[in-house]
């Protein structure tokens, strides 16, 4: 199984930038498909963005397209999040894990989070 270990989270103003790394470990890492997804207070977990294996394949929810751009490198055992025009509704908790085809299924163990704060 892949353990994953997220980064990159911090404070930023709205309109800022920010890039989360995902470490993974495992020699498998290559063959799987990777999630990002986020968490505010009080609500439930919900997707953002897929990358698939090779990644030349991604998907994303509708309110981060045009603003988020997931990545992988799997010589580093690691994906990414660009994330691009921040507004304060992008605050939460940010998660990967590994995941089917455009993340219907086949999450692994979730990781720590990394916290993204937007401020207005």
């Known amino acids: 199984q892949v353990q994953l270990v997220e980064s990159g989270g911090g404070l930023v103003q709205a309109g800022g930038s920010l890039r989360l790394s995902c470490a993974a470990s495992?020699?498998?890492?290559?063959?799987?498909?990777m999630g990002w997804f986020r968490q505010a207070p009080g609500k439930e977990r919900n997707f953002v963005a897929f990358?698939?294996?090779?990644?030349?394949?991604?998907y994303y929810a509708d309110d981060v397209r045009g603003r988020f751009t997931i990545s992988r490198d799997n010589a580093k055992n690691t994906v990414y999040l660009q994330m691009n025009s921040l507004k304060p509704e992008d605050t939460a908790v940010y998660y990967c894990?590994?995941?089917?085809?455009?993340?219907?299924?086949?999450?692994?163990?979730w990781g720590q989070g990394t916290q993204v704060t937007v401020s207005s």
């Open positions: 495992g020699r498998t890492f290559s063959s799987y498909g």
């Open positions: 894990n590994t995941c089917h085809w455009r993340c219907s299924g086949g999450f692994g163990s």
């Open positions: 990358i698939n294996w090779s990644g030349d394949s991604t």
